[in-house]
């Protein structure tokens, strides 16, 4: 048997087909952790994971990972790749097949021999890979906490936002720690205030 999934950013659409085409199974589910252990459950009951190779026009991501971990040949088309092999479903057939991922499980059941399977990644790219989310995780809530501060700034402490060119740098936020409050920094004398400046600079 072979699987189509079409990938969509918060659920998926998955089909099924035998090795004459014929439609096995057709289901719907959502880009979670819960939604991906659930669709892997229900293709487990229909054959080995070895044995179901899945397609899907994306070579990376939550989802692919789960895949490959849970034993799937995962075969990543290219859109234009599908997009060019689309004329083939055109006609009265086409009218009642389930959609991109029918036709995905379909390219797979007759190109399997032209495409390429995804190979499962070992622990130290994996381990990168974590990493690089981590890091992707951290530096999106830096720039979110930043704007942030930025915009709370610009309501009630403005002179300070256009002192520093980055307000997540340390002397900015030194300086918001030490004058919260515009009535906190009348204590600043010209010589503290040339310091800042410079520092900026």
Not at 94 to 105: E, I, T
Not at 113 to 125: E, F, G, K, Q, Y
Not at 149 to 175: K, N, T, V
């Amino acid at each position: 048997m072979y699987v189509g999934i079409d990938w969509a950013s918060r659920a998926h659409e998955l089909c099924v087909v035998d090795e004459k085409g014929a439609v096995v199974a057709r289901f719907g589910f959502a880009h979670s952790e819960r939604g991906i252990s659930e669709a892997l459950e229900r293709l487990a009951r229909l054959g080995s994971p070895a044995g179901l190779p899945v397609a899907i026009e994306r070579p990376d991501g939550l989802l692919v990972e789960r895949l490959l971990e849970a034993g799937h040949p995962v075969v990543p088309i290219h859109p234009n790749a599908f997009h060019a092999a689309r004329p083939r479903w055109e006609g009265a057939g086409s009218k009642s097949d389930p959609g991109d991922a029918y036709r995905l499980a379909d390219l797979l059941r007759t190109d399997q021999h032209r495409l390429r399977p995804l190979r499962a990644l070992d622990s130290a790219t994996r381990e990168l890979q974590a990493l690089v989310r981590l890091r992707d995780d951290h530096l999106a809530a830096r720039i979110a906490a930043s704007n942030q501060l930025a915009a709370l700034l610009g309501q009630h402490w403005p002179g300070a936002a256009a002192i520093f060119g980055r307000l997540d740098s340390e002397i900015a936020l030194s300086f918001l720690e030490r004058y919260p409050t515009p009535e906190s920094a009348v204590r600043l004398g010209e010589a503290r205030q040339g310091r800042i400046s410079w520092a900026r600079a």
